[in-house]
């Protein structure tokens, strides 16, 4: 080859490498907000199951789904917006809705009976929703999710996450906390 050629083939090869650069900083890290949201109490969104307890009160008791729309149907007082709000606000609203007419001094227990999935999507054995568990990390979903794929890129992944009502995307090490409701990617490696 000569040297004319392979200036030729540097240039080319410095061009490609520019051009893929900019679309691999397309994400970036993740912003604060991600890492606060994780030391939050849990706020209830759509998907989650709750058990909602009134002592004394069986016909109550049970266990509720919030709707697409962020609300809960209980009985007696209607739609119950849920979306937000934390466990004992919610709680809080409940008792205070039952005290307007239906019992004089209600004592309302909720839990999360299940939370709302996890989806973990690229390259990994089989994309798809999972059951969110409390503790878990990006490791442990792509885990869950049948691990990485031949291709996969191992080192981080991008989490998408809804907070305070906005929807952030960023890029997070792979023993980065999962919270119920996140979109997991694994990407492609380049090599």
């Known amino acids: 080859m ?11 090869a ?8 900019p679309g691999c900083s397309t994400y970036k890290p993740a912003p604060k907000a991600f890492h606060e949201a994780t030391i939050q109490p849990y706020t ?4 989650d199951r709750l058990r909602i307890t009134v002592f ?15 609300y809960i149907a209980f ?29 004089r001094d209600p004592d309302v227990s909720v839990e999360v009976d299940r939370y709302r999935s996890v989806f973990v999507m690229g390259e990994v054995g089989q994309a798809g929703q999972y059951s969110y568990v409390p503790g878990m990390t990006v490791q442990n979903a792509i885990a869950v999710a049948g691990g990485y794929s031949p291709r ?3 080192g981080n992944a991008d989490i998408t996450r809804r907070i305070n009502g906005e929807i952030l995307t960023g890029r997070v090490s792979i023993s980065d ?8 990617y694994v990407r492609e490696r380049f090599f």
Not at 61 to 68: A, C
Not at 78 to 100: D, F, H, N, S, V
């Open 44 to 47: 209830l969104d759509a998907g």
């Open 152 to 154: 996969a890129y191992q």
């Open 14 to 21: 410095f061009a490609a490498a520019t051009a893929i650069l």
């Open 56 to 70: 004394e009160q069986e016909g109550l008791t049970n266990s509720y789904t919030v709707d697409q729309a962020g």
């Open 2 to 12: 000569s040297f004319a050629t392979s200036k030729h083939v540097l240039a080319l």
């Open 75 to 103: 009985p007696l007082i209607g739609q119950i917006p849920a979306r937000g709000r934390t466990l004992q606000q919610l709680e809080g609203l409940i008792a205070q809705k039952l005290r307007g007419g239906y019992l």
């Open 177 to 184: 906390p999962v919270m119920a409701g996140d979109t997991i």
